[in-house]
C-alpha cells in the first residue's frame, strides 16, 4: 500500500471524525474510544467495520479511491455516516443479546439504527437497508425488528457484508473473521474499558447541557412500577383551586349550558349541575440527559397521577429541542407502552413554543424533567398552570423561576436544596 494512500486516508477518516463530533457531540467517547485499524491490502466490496472489542476496522481504498458516493461532491457526509453507523454498534451494546438468530438479527440492527439516522439528516450510502424494504414501519426499536424479521421467515442468508446493510464486524451479530479474532486479541478493548466508554458518553450527554440538534431516537422504555413518593392529589387540586376557582377534576358546578329543567320558576332558567373535566398536558422530557431510569420515574408520575388525581386520559408528548410530534390522548394503560422520542439536545423555549403553536386548550400543563436546559424567562400564555416535575437525576434544578415545582425525592437534603417545593 502506498504510503499516499495510507496518509490520504488517515486524513479523511479524521475530517470525518469531526464531523461526527459536531453533529453528535454525546457520541464523541465512543467515536474516540473506537481503535483505528487500516487494512495493508484491498479487500474489495469492504468499507468500514467495528469488532467487539471495539477496533474499527477500515479500507483505506474504499474511503480514497474505490466508492464513488465516498469521494463525490458529498462524499465526507458519506463517510461520517458510514462512521457514526458503526459507532451506534458499540454504543446500543449489541452484545447483550445473546441466542438470537445472527442472520436476522444483524439486518434488524441495520434498520433501526439507519431510519434514525436518515430522519435525523445522515447521510449514508446508498445501499444500507431501510425498514420500507421489508415493508415494515420506521422508528421501531432493534427488538420489535427482529421479532418482526423473525415472523416472515426469511430465508438463510450469509452477510452481504456491507456497511449498513447486515455487515459492520462482529460488533453487529456477524461471527469474527480470522483478522478480527487477530486484532480484538492485540487491539481490542477489554469489556470493562469498553462499559466505562458508555458511561463517559451517558455523562458527557448530561455535562453538555441543552445541545442544539433534535434527536430521532425512538424507543420504549422498560416500565417498573415503583412507589407513590409524591401527594399528586393534594398538589393537583392546590393547583386547581389557585387557578381554577376552586373546582379540580371530578368537582361539580353549576353553569346555563345546561339548563335545570327541574326547577322552573316561571319563565326564569336556572342552571343546571355539570361535572368538570379538566384536560392536562404531560410533556416528557427525550432529551440525552434523561437515561433509562428517569424515563422510567416519568411513566410512573405519570399513571399515579391520572390514578390519584382522577383523569381518565390526559395528552402527552415528548421534547428535546423541539417537540417530538404531536400530543397523543393516552389512558394510564396506553404509558408504559408509549414510545419516546428524541434523546438530543434540551431546549424549553422551543419545545413550548412549539406546543402553543398547537393552540391545545389545557387546564395544566406538567413537565417531566431533570431540570438540564433553558427556558423561557416569563411564563408562557396559553398552557394553563404549568407545573414543573423534576426526577431524581445527578442534575435536579428547576429550569425556571415561575410554576409549581414538585420533586422525585425522599432525600431530605435535596427538599431543602431544591426548596420544600410542596
Known amino acids: 500500500m502506498k504510503k499516499t494512500l495510507l496518509r490520504e486516508a488517515m486524513d479523511r477518516i479524521s475530517k470525518a471524525r469531526h464531523i461526527v463530533q459536531a453533529r453528535a457531540p454525546y457520541s464523541s467517547p465512543t467515536l474516540y474510544g473506537l481503535v483505528p485499524h487500516f487494512l495493508e491490502e484491498n479487500k474489495k466490496g469492504f468499507s468500514l467495520a467495528v469488532t467487539e472489542k471495539s477496533v474499527l476496522i477500515i479500507n483505506p481504498w474504499w474511503v480514497v479511491e474505490d466508492e464513488p458516493e465516498v469521494q463525490g461532491k458529498n462524499g465526507m457526509e458519506v463517510l461520517a455516516g458510514g462512521l457514526y453507523h458503526e459507532v451506534n454498534h458499540i454504543q446500543r451494546d449489541m452484545s447483550r443479546f445473546i441466542g438470537l438468530k445472527a442472520e436476522i438479527a444483524r439486518i434488524a440492527s441495520d434498520l433501526a439504527i439507519n431510519c434514525t439516522m436518515q430522519r435525523a439528516g445522515w447521510q449514508l450510502p446508498s445501499w444500507v437497508l431501510y425498514p420500507d424494504q421489508y415493508g415494515l414501519p420506521n422508528f421501531k426499536t432493534f427488538e420489535w425488528y427482529y421479532q418482526a424479521l423473525l415472523r416472515m421467515n426469511l430465508p438463510e442468508q450469509t452477510s452481504p457484508g456491507r456497511l449498513g446493510a447486515g455487515g459492520c464486524g462482529s460488533a453487529n451479530f456477524n461471527a469474527p473473521s480470522p483478522t478480527e479474532k487477530e486484532l480484538d486479541q492485540v487491539l481490542g478493548r477489554a469489556p470493562e474499558e469498553i462499559q466505562e466508554i458508555r458511561i463517559q458518553s451517558a455523562l458527557k450527554a448530561r455535562a453538555s447541557s441543552p445541545g442544539t440538534d433534535a434527536g430521532a431516537w425512538e424507543e420504549v422504555l422498560s416500565f417498573k412500577k415503583e412507589k407513590p413518593i409524591i401527594p399528586w392529589e393534594h398538589v393537583i387540586k392546590r393547583t386547581f383551586q389557585r387557578s381554577m376557582g376552586g373546582t379540580s377534576p371530578g368537582d361539580d358546578d353549576v353553569s346555563y349550558a345546561r339548563q335545570n329543567r327541574r326547577n322552573l320558576i316561571g319563565n326564569i332558567i336556572m342552571p343546571g349541575q355539570v361535572a368538570f373535566e379538566r384536560k392536562a398536558l404531560f410533556i416528557r422530557d427525550s ?27 390526559v395528552y402527552v408528548v415528548d421534547g428535546d429541542v423541539h417537540l417530538q410530534g404531536k400530543p397523543t390522548l393516552c389512558q394510564p394503560r396506553d404509558i408504559p407502552r408509549l414510545q419516546l422520542k428524541g434523546r438530543g439536545g434540551t431546549d424549553f423555549r422551543s419545545v413550548l413554543d412549539d406546543v402553543l403553536k398547537l393552540k391545545l386548550k389545557v387546564d395544566v400543563t406538567v413537565i417531566f424533567t431533570d431540570g438540564d436546559g433553558p427556558a423561557p424567562r416569563q411564563k408562557p400564555k396559553g398552557l394553563g398552570h404549568i407545573i414543573w416535575c423534576v426526577v431524581n437525576s445527578p442534575y435536579m434544578r428547576k429550569p425556571a423561576n415561575w410554576g409549581t415545582l414538585v420533586v422525585c425525592s425522599n432525600d431530605r437534603e435535596v427538599l431543602r436544596r431544591m426548596g420544600q417545593p410542596y
Not at 288 to 298: D, H
Open 287 to 313: 432529551s440525552g440527559s434523561m437515561g433509562t431510569e428517569e424515563g422510567n420515574q416519568v411513566n410512573n408520575q405519570i399513571i399515579q397521577i391520572m390514578h390519584n388525581v382522577g383523569f381518565a386520559a
